[in-house]
């Protein structure tokens, strides 16, 4: 399950003003209660800039992905617990679900009772429907998975897939159910712009601004009607403002990093003032263009991995807690996948080594000459690296790696870049470099798989992409992943998963650099029922499907 990214930065010294945007702690106060002084708004915030209105859950980009509300509104057929992936699911708008033939058929019975938010009844046909949608439309098929047959027969849809779905069963039964009646109108699904949101969620749009967006509850739904009665998204202009806001109260719930969290956010409050960061089996690194010369060359990749500092990373631009560093050569996270490491790199760590980075690119017929790295063709090795602006966790791991760069002859430049722009760049492959995400999952393979994938491949200029975002094209790393994915015995993942960890090693597809964590910082001075470590029912990113379940559970604070 990808974790949307928020935003980051490196706070130093006195808070910045909030942005007008932002409350102050007193205007929350009043915000956030109802009569008798009773909790009913419950503010969250997101440090991503002016929106564009743009409800369509399918998009990434679009204002109800970067804030989190799309699940608010799109509900899933189960709902996962991204923390803990391996256990079984909770019924949501499917009731039950049985997996046969080695996972290459699914039966789902679907909930009665079910409405869309205009009234109209949720169906098995919708529920088809939206399966059907992410077969016949490839950039709705983010995850690549072989749909087959695609039936319904009263409450009970059945599917059918090329292959075994082992790996992508969380996948098939997160996706989300939207109204057949709507979207089949719909020109461009994978594009179009959806003003009028129709879901099963409790909540339907209220307004939007390209600064605020509320929601507000529903008259019914099929479960209990949620406490929070009304949800305000602010997306600010950075992480200054969006800190600040979450300080004074104006913002109650947030993925944002803030390296001197103790002094900023939870001393302010520190009955009220929490932070939740659970970590998951997914990394952060270096995602570097593969396609573009001369980086297409595996030792020119394994020569920048053997000089960039991770230590400096984790501790200048992730405050020595956000995103531990990697230090497998495998890039899985330790000790969470520490059983999954292949015995010839168990003792191998990610160690900075400029003298083997330069033997490497020797070896490979690049020439360091005084302080200039030249390809084979004579031509000096210039690297441009991207972010957004807003982004300065990112951004300063950027300028860490430019340093670490240097010290091999490669000229860096960090480009601070517009966010919707570098999403595109990012999605499209018009980039050289830049920090970015992986994947999570219970395995390693989903780390490799949003990497290596070749069935994920797209052209230099096509978007609509989930993963391998450095266009990665190994047919070798395709076959290791189709093997594992389809896999009868235990003993063949392992061997499966071995190959890959080499082929991650001597080809370095990316530079891994930190863990991640599925987390959040919220306050319970309005609101109690928040997950912690002694309820893990859900992660705490408010940008996550798991945020609906999140808000089902909210009560006032005294009620």
Known sequence: MRARRSVALALTGVLAAALTAACSSGEAKKETAGSGGTATVLNVGMPNGPQTENHNPFLGSSSGASLGYRW????????????KPSEPGKPWLATEWKWADNFTKLSLTVRDGVKFSDGTPMTAEDVAYSFQ?????????????????????????DLTFTKSQFVNQNKVLTVFVVPKAQWST?????????????????YKLKSFTPQSTTLEVRDSYWQDLPKVKELRYTSYNDNNAQTTALANGASEWSFVFVPNVKTVFQNKNPEHHKVWAPANLGIHGLWINTTKKPFDNPALRRAMDKVINRDDIF???EAGYFYPKIESVTGIPTPAGESYIAPEFKDKKHT???EGAKKELADAGFKLEGDVLKDQSGKP???TLTDPAGWS????????????????????????????????AFDEGNFEAGMHWTNGGATPYDIYQNIMDGKILKPIGKGGVSGNYGRFNSPEATKALDEYANATDDAARTAALHRLQKIMVEQMPIVPTGASNIGALYSTKNWTGWPDDSNQYAPA??????ALQIVLNLKPAGA
């Open 186 to 202: 719909l020109k461009d699904p994978s594009q179009d712009t959806l003003k009028n949101p129709i879901g099963t969620g409790p």
């Open 72 to 83: 608010m509104i799109y509900e899933p057929l189960v709902m996962i617990n991204g923390i």
């Open 133 to 157: 949608l992410r077969k016949d439309n490839e950039g709705l098929n983010q995850d690549a998975i072989p749909y087959g047959a695609i039936t319904v027969a009263g409450n009970k849809v």
């Open 315 to 317: 501790q200048q631009a």
């Open 381 to 383: 090795v210039t690297i």
């Open 541 to 546: 990113q408010p940008t996550q499907q798991n």
């Open 352 to 354: 900075v080594d400029v």
């Open 393 to 424: 966790d990112y951004i300063t791991s950027l300028e860490i790696i430019k340093d670490n760069l240097s010290t091999i002859g490669i000229k860096a430049t960090v480009d601070k870049a517009n966010q919707d722009a570098w999403f595109k």
